[in-house]
C-alpha cells in the first residue's frame, strides 16, 4: 500500500481511512447486498489486517459520518496544495517582486 506508492513517488501523501468500527465495516458491507458471508469474513479480516498500518499513512480520516469525512478529506487536499513550497512555486515570480528593493 502506502510503502510501495512512496519508493516510487516520496513526494505522495497518503490517508488511511478507518471505519467508526469493526461491527459498522460489517454492517456496511452486508447491506451492500453484494458479497456472501464467506467474502464479508475475508474482506473483515483483510481490513483488521490492512488497520494494523494506520500510522505508516500521513493522514487518518475516522469515517463515522460520510460528509465529515469528505470535508476531512477536501481539507487535507486544500491543505496540501496550500503548502508553502508549491505555493512559493506557483508565486515566484510575485514572491520575488514583492521582495526586491
Known amino acids: 500500500g502506502a510503502q510501495q506508492i512512496r519508493k516510487q ?3 505522495a501523501r497518503s490517508i488511511f481511512i478507518l471505519p467508526p468500527s469493526k461491527e459498522e465495516l460489517c454492517r456496511r458491507l452486508r447491506g451492500r ?5 464467506d467474502i464479508i469474513e475475508k474482506r473483515m479480516e483483510q ?5 494494523v ?4 499513512y ?3 480520516i475516522v469515517n463515522d459520518d460520510f ?3 469528505l470535508a476531512d478529506l477536501h481539507t487535507i487536499i486544500r491543505s496540501e496544495r496550500l503548502h508553502r513550497e508549491r505555493q512559493a512555486q506557483r508565486h515566484d515570480a510575485l514572491i520575488s517582486k514583492l ?3
Open 99 to 101: 521582495l526586491a528593493d
Open 67 to 69: 460528509n465529515t469525512a
Open 47 to 51: 481490513a483488521v489486517a490492512e488497520m
Open 58 to 60: 500521513d493522514y487518518l
Open 33 to 37: 447486498g453484494q458479497d456472501s458471508e
Open 9 to 11: 513517488m516520496p513526494s
Open 53 to 56: 498500518h494506520y500510522n505508516e
